[in-house]
């Protein structure tokens, strides 16, 4: 099957290199000329994992070329949109000017059995439009919607191997489900679900999962404001209700909260356009999640601020983790990267650190000190930050790190670390949810040892009194 696949970005890249994996002969198309060019090239122009030899892989076949003219997509069956779809400036509602700019420019190169397939996020209501464009300019085309639903640090997999396929489709319209089953023959003849419904109810999915997950993650988050209140600790709470089937234990990791750019954009841009609708009542709850989620940023730089002894003011402060989740370099509203930034005004000295994200970190907020190393980051720290769950930061030796810093304070903004090694190693440990697990010391070992004759499901996290 010929595609072509419009937008390049953090999904279109993965998708093209993933459909020529699977035998299609693809052409990526990108405004973006720099991108083309590093992607021609076989790199990747950001960090997921196992793309790098995939596009090595993909383009030594023949199947798989890049340009940044969108004539290159004539000829091709099937036509991927997945340009951004980011906030607007002002305002909560999704700015859809790359969507109707690319199938605008696309029209014209399309062909009588053409099969137009959305895989950009977007507002319930834009593929019907989109599809009506399409009708009046090249009635024999066809729109379908395909929603996506890879994660960062795992693209490639979910994109060969994908948990679900959503097909929105006009209902009077046969041809372009079948033309989808051919590029996705692989997931369906290993028996992955294909879920066929109308365009409405596909482009609903993929905002009302990223709502549910982000209601989720705000909901641990609120119950960690409660247990800082109380004295609980907000990693045992999830463990205990994660155990319950009906709840489960993934996406209840207290911490500093969502990022990147789908969730928050996402949901503001539902909650836009439910306004729109006149369903906004609701929705209403969304702005919730999204004040508790915000909140965490916050509560974060004063945490900061309490190890630091109540004020920030010329103190030495150590960020370990600027990308908004751990194996990508995206810092698109990274949590990490916006407390690092407030740190800094507030006049505390930020020497930050990542993996991989600090080319993208360092091109947001310039003014911070960047490094990728962690020992250079923590030198004679004030106190240190973990602010994403790389696993490089989880397996940190505490006594080795204590002997770089000036004082050995940390604080866990994603619950990953293990409070006790870091208290037995002499460092003042606070994490968010969890206040206890700063007082309390002499009974640790004790209570540790007799927890975990219990294996914790999903635990990150070492249980503390
Ligand atoms: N990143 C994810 O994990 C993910 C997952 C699921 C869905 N999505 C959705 O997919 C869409 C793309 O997201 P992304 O993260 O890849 O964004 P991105 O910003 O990384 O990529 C978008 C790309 O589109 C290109 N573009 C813009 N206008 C264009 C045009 N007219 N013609 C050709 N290319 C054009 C840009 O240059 C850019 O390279 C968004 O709607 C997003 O919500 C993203």
């Given at each position: 099957m010929r595609i072509s696949v419009i937008g390049c970005g953090y999904l279109g890249a993965v998708h093209a290199t993933c459909m020529a994996k699977l035998g299609h002969e693809v052409v990526g198309i990108d405004v973006d000329g720099a991108k083309v060019a590093a992607l021609s090239s076989g790199r990747a122009p950001f960090y997921e994992p196992g793309l790098n030899d995939l596009l090595a892989e993909t383009l030594g076949t023949g199947r798989l070329r890049f340009s940044t003219?969108?004539?290159?997509?004539?000829?091709?069956a099937v036509h991927f949109v997945a340009v951004g779809t980011p906030q607007k400036r002002t305002e909560?509602?999704?700015?859809?000017s790359h969507v109707h700019a690319s199938v605008e420019a696309l029209i014209p190169h399309l062909r009588a059995g053409d099969v137009v397939v959305g895989k950009s996020t977007v507002p319930v209501g834009t593929a019907r439009d989109l599809s009506k464009r399409i009708a009046e300019q090249c009635p024999s085309a066809a729109l379908a919607w395909n929603p996506e639903f890879l994660r960062e640090g795992f693209a490639v997999r979910d994109t060969l191997e994908p948990d679900r396929l959503v097909y929105g489709l006009d209902?009077?319209?046969s041809g372009a489900r079948l033309i989808l089953d051919e590029v996705y023959a692989q997931a369906l003849a290993e028996g992955r679900p294909r879920l066929l419904m109308d365009y409405e109810t596909a482009e609903l999915v993929k905002v009302s999962a990223n709502a549910f997950l982000a209601t989720k993650i705000s909901f641990i988050n609120a119950m960690a404001e409660v247990c800082e209140a109380t004295g609980a600790d907000v990693s045992m709470l999830a463990d205990a209700i994660g155990h319950d089937a009906r709840i489960?234990?993934?996406?209840?990791?207290?911490?500093?909260g969502f990022g990147g750019g789908c969730l928050p954009k996402d949901i503001r841009a539902f909650m836009a356009r439910a306004g729109e609708l006149g369903a906004d009542q609701a929705l209403t709850f969304l702005r919730e999640v999204d004040s508790i989620n915000m909140r965490r940023r916050s509560r974060m730089v004063d945490l900061a601020r309490e190890v630091c002894g109540g004020s920030l003011l010329g103190q030495r402060i150590a960020v370990l983790g600027l990308a908004?989740?751990?194996?990508?370099?995206?810092?698109?509203?990274?949590p990490a990267l916006s407390v690092a930034a407030q740190l800094q005004l507030q006049g505390a000295a930020v020497t930050a650190s990542d993996p991989e994200a600090v080319p993208n970190a360092m091109r947001r907020f310039p003014d911070l000190t960047y490094t990728e190393s962690v020992e250079e980051a923590v030198q004679n720290a004030d106190a240190v930050l973990v602010l994403t769950e790389w696993e490089h930061y989880r397996s940190l030796d505490p006594q080795f790190l204590k002997t770089l810093v000036r004082r050995p304070a940390i604080v866990d903004g994603r619950n990953c670390l293990d409070p006790v090694a870091w208290r037995d190693a002499g460092w003042t440990y606070r994490a968010l949810g969890r206040p206890r697990a700063a007082a309390i010391r002499e009974a640790d070992t004790v209570l540790a040892s007799r927890f975990s004759e219990g294996p914790l499901s999903g635990g990150a996290t070492a249980p503390v009194a």
């Open positions: 003219e969108i004539s290159a997509a004539a000829g091709s909560n509602g999704a700015d859809l209902d009077t319209n489960g234990r993934k996406f209840l990791n207290a911490g500093l908004f989740k751990p194996n990508s370099d995206d810092v698109r509203d990274s």
